[in-house]
């Protein structure tokens, strides 16, 4: 597989993460109107580094459906102008505040008990277990409030798109996304049921509980971005099938890179799921099976683009991005 | 101090009980789109009785506004129709479920380590803490879908007191609020603090903890429902202070509980506040000068209904039931 335009999409990525983490730590509560400790939890987390694969792919999304059709106030063309980065920001940083907080609280010995994240201990080894649980109850409430404030506008169409984007963030992260997903994920833990008895995954079982665990935030980030910049339901409708195999893919190349990287490549402790006897895609498939799975969810996601007029832009960029980590 | 119309009241408040009870079961996530545990554990929490203060004192300021300006749709007089309570209940219930997902953080092994919580063993000692903590998170992000959703409605100006909900309930559950409270208030406990110095608040400290742990939420308990009933910034802020008010009342009076009661009586482990060590208003007070702080509190609470045109109505009413619950 090609990487086309691979140089220019390096850049835009290194420029959009630039301005994401300028973003995301202007936007963390300041004091004194919250305990320092909870603060420096919060930034000890957000501020860890990160690929930010939602917040970029939310301000793709918001960038490819302006370029289309110019709903967002910027003429339609390549790039669309600063004006929906600045629409579509906001979500970006909502999403992976609650990245953030759903990657402490799966960290919790209660939980997967993992001691190192993006190459650092994680949150629950320095702050302690009870600060860990309320850094991470913090940002997934902080991200709706600032999901609710900005962008200040009092314009109806904001407003509107601003409570939508509440509306899919919250149900993504919610019991029927990252919380459901999370809850079949102990369940098929040995170590983690009650009775001892762990919950057997098969392939389609594996795929919901990916398609709760991470599927469903990745979808909300691309639609966020896509509603903010005005999408219709046609844009929005393919925007998200898009995300979908995305998202699938980008799962697909997490449990690969989790045998065959290694820890300080991921930043994590690698094999661990193997280890642990959780089910995943090369356990299930092999590797070269589930290289090839991945490569047809991003040939069917680019496909899906191509039909509603939004192919060959950033967004089937980061679809060959995801699965080229796999080289 | 006479209890006014306590009979009415007694039937106001089982009224409302009954209605948000219905509404609190009716709109918690099913199956199959959830795995089943996760809705036990939801469940188990949420329909475990509770004095649904908070979603009672939502809708009684939702009926207040409502009753005084008719600008929730309904005409103006006392009760004001089922409108109003159609507007308001979906804030009512989110505000419920983050209450119980914050009881539920807080009663962890990691936090206040409780065992037992409105008369039944709390969540993580029936589910485990993976569950639990998820529960807890679940509940939270729902909430959030919840206002984002309910009622439903495309007129703009629903649609932007909707989000006005989002943003309060968001801000005060986050860091500045509920979060930054418990912190402050897992400092203050020695057993939880890394160095084994704890925090000695005072009695500025113990206020500012409690404004944020109880008082931020009981705000927007009443700001919510003020805003879904059409509420002007006038009304608005009338409302906020008696709630501030109403909220610290709130609280002393469950410290004095705490001291007084059994915990029979409360549901709860009585005593352990008192026991731990931790800052209570009888330990910094005594009992008599607690319930007098406590009884000027409803005093402001009232001026500031009876300045506003509010006074003598349900809200006068639940402030007099606060502080009756001492006697």
Redesign the interface.
């Known amino acids: 597989m090609n990487r086309p335009d691979d140089q220019s999409l390096t850049g835009y990525i290194e420029a959009r993460r630039r301005q994401v983490d300028a973003a995301l730590e202007a936007w963390l509560?300041q004091p004194p109107?919250?305990?320092p400790?909870?603060?420096e939890a919060?930034r000890y987390s957000v501020l860890a580094g990160g690929k930010r694969f939602r917040p970029i792919l939310c301000l793709a999304s918001a960038e490819a459906v302006a370029g289309q059709t110019g709903t967002a106030g910027a003429p339609p063309g390549p790039g669309a102008g600063p004006h929906v980065l600045q629409l579509a920001m906001p979500a970006a940083c909502a999403i992976e505040w609650i990245h953030t907080?759903s990657l402490i609280?799966d960290d919790?010995p209660?939980?997967d008990n993992d001691t190192l994240r993006r190459g650092r201990p994680t949150l629950h080894v320095v702050?302690?277990?009870?600060?860990a649980?309320?850094?991470?109850?913090?940002l997934?409430?902080?991200?709706?409030?600032l999901?609710?404030?900005e962008p200040q506008s009092s314009d109806?169409g904001i407003?509107?798109r601003?409570?939508?984007v509440?509306?899919a963030?919250?149900?993504a992260?919610?019991?029927?996304?990252?919380?459901?997903g999370?809850?079949?994920d102990?369940?098929a833990a040995p170590e983690?049921v009650?009775d001892g008895e762990a919950v057997r995954l098969d392939a389609d079982g594996l795929r919901m509980m990916h398609g709760k665990k991470t599927g469903a935030l990745i979808r909300a980030s691309a639609a966020s971005g896509a509603i903010m910049a005005g999408a219709d339901e046609r844009l929005l409708g393919a925007v998200d099938q898009y995300a979908s195999e995305l998202g699938l893919a980008f799962q697909i190349v997490d449990d690969i890179l989790d045998v065959a990287g290694t820890s300080a490549e991921m930043g994590k402790t690698a094999g661990k799921d193997a280890a642990s006897g959780k089910p995943t895609y090369p356990a299930l498939y092999g590797l070269d099976q589930s290289r090839r799975l991945a490569a047809d969810c991003v040939a069917r996601a680019n496909a899906v683009l191509d039909e509603a007029g939004l192919g060959g832009g950033r967004l089937s960029q980061i679809a060959q991005w995801v699965v080229s980590r796999t080289k």
């Open positions: 509560p109107t919250c305990p400790v909870v603060i919060m907080y609280h919790l209660a939980m702050y302690g277990e009870g600060i649980i309320l850094a991470g109850d913090g997934l409430a902080e991200a709706f409030a999901l609710a404030r109806p407003v509107g601003k409570l939508r509440v509306r963030v919250a149900e992260a919610g019991a029927t996304g990252m919380v459901g999370q809850a079949l102990l369940q983690h009650a």
